[in-house]
């Protein structure tokens, strides 16, 4: 699990950081729904957001499933919200090291979460 949360958050800074004009205009017509009164769709691209996060997290299951759905969830949300948060400060000020500095801590952060959820998923079993 450790190395797929690594490779899903390296791999999408990477990509977006090769596409901050896509991350803008993505932005602006997340706002513009939401002045619209569009919600629903700034909801539908958070939700593709979501599910992709959580299908590659999904992806690297062994025979025995690590954590429950919620908890894949859980996991894909925690690491959305810490990428949406970092494409945001990269663009309104931006700065590589103290981005890739954020990255890492993300990925420190994203590897504890997931093996608390893991723990609390089989004390429940």
Known sequence: MDDRIEDLIRGTWRSIMRTKSRQIVQYELTLYALREGAQWLADQQYEAYLRLYKENLVSCRSDRP?????????????????????????????????????IEALVFGAKQYARDLSRKSEAVS
């Open 66 to 102: 690590t954590l429950s759905g919620a908890a894949y969830t859980s996991l894909a949300r925690f690491i959305l919200a810490g990428i949406d948060g970092l494409i945001l400060q990269e663009l309104a000020k931006p700065n590589r090291a103290r981005s890739n500095q954020a």
